[in-house]
């Protein structure tokens, strides 16, 4: 794997930087071997972060270099607007010049900068933006593939954004596999950084083919692989404004045999711009009723985003919710195989 240092400097706790929690906790195509981020200088990553690898936590990419070998510099965070945060851009500039190739998986595609494009050419070093749409001529229109497609789909959707959906799919997809052939289908940068081999940057891609090409690449996984299983990220969640179209190309592409539903009991508002228009949260009986309606798909299990509860309290929640909606849920973390289990009794 290539070794790589990830950038979030000030957002490492936050969850702006949910593609750097993502690969701390998994990944199949780079070595993480630190992080950029001058609030959290000299800690390690699992000071900061719950269930991650831990990993030396640096000033700026000088400091890092000092201390460990990297070819790459990940931007590790996927703001509001996927727009490149001001205090990055010296730490970015200082990584092309160390010679580190850039990736990032924000909408300010890095490539199209002309300051940025110049200094990688003057340095030789490579700019990727990993949530560019695929050009036209590869992008494919609905065909209704699912009725070729022989697996059971599952896809994992939430009552919100940066919920945990694609953190418990991963979790499960390593319990399944186990006992089951199994594919897993990104839909954001996050996903197709930590190396799955089917998946698109559906918030990237032209509107008239977010179904089709999702729906494509879910085929192939059938087509290269037969598995039983293959699980479909959501994005962000049915019922919020700024999220629907994303929710529903999931749906409309996966057709789900089930959906596997993340929630977080101790969310008030939504996550996106919480502090400014503080959109409430919906009722997980709301948002199971609303991908009912638009898929036909039930909803076989809860995952319960843990986060400002303990363990007590997680507990109660999930007793709460197995009672009155007569499903299982968990924490999907530390439970991963109650989820599996659902989705297991499919076949």
């Known amino acids: 794997m290539k070794r790589a240092f990830i950038l979030t400097d000030g957002y490492l706790d936050r969850s702006t930087a949910k593609t750097s929690h993502g690969l701390l906790r998994y990944s199949k195509r780079y070595e993480i071997v630190g992080v950029i981020d001058s609030k959290f200088a000299g800690l390690s990553t699992d000071d900061v972060l719950p269930h991650c690898h831990s990993v030396p936590v640096f000033a700026d990419v000088r400091e890092a270099l000092g201390y460990a070998d990297a070819n790459i510099l990940i931007v590790g965070v996927a703001t509001v607007g996927g727009f490149l945060p001001q205090n990055f851009r010296a730490h970015v500039i200082t990584a092309m010049e160390s010679g580190l190739d850039i990736i990032s998986g924000l909408h300010h595609y890095l490539s199209n900068d002309d300051e940025l494009s110049a200094l990688a050419r003057k340095h030789g070093v490579t700019l990727t933006d990993i949530r560019k749409s695929p050009p036209l001529d590869k992008l494919h229109y609905f065909a209704n593939r699912k009725a070729r497609i022989g697996a059971k789909t599952v896809a994992f959707m939430g009552t919100d954004s940066s919920i945990g959906k694609r953190t418990i799919l991963i979790a499960v997809h390593e319990v399944l596999r186990k006992n089951f052939k199994v594919e897993w289908v990104a839909t954001g940068q996050t996903g197709l950084l930590q190396g799955t081999e089917y998946g698109l940057p559906l918030d990237s891609t032209i509107p008239d083919y977010m179904v089709g090409e999702l729906e494509y690449q879910i ?16 994005q962000g969640s ?5 999220y629907v179209c994303g929710s529903r190309a999931v749906l409309a592409a996966s057709q789900p045999d089930a959906v596997v539903l993340q929630h977080s009991p101790s969310r008030i508002y939504r996550h996106y711009r919480e502090d400014e228009i503080r959109w409430p949260m919906p009722s997980v009986e709301r948002e199971m009723k609303m991908i009912e309606m638009f898929s036909g798909s039930p909803t076989i299990a809860l995952g319960i ?39 297991g009794c499919l076949l």
């Open 219 to 234: 085929w192939r996984a059938w087509e290269e692989n037969e598995p039983d299983f293959i699980l479909v990220e959501g």
């Open 238 to 242: 049915i019922s919020h404004p700024a």
């Open 305 to 343: 985003n843990p986060e400002k509860m303990g363990d007590h309290e997680v507990a109660g929640w999930v007793e709460h919710y197995e009672r009155e909606l007569g499903i299982p849920a968990a924490d999907g973390l530390k439970e991963p195989g109650k989820l599996a289990d659902a989705i």
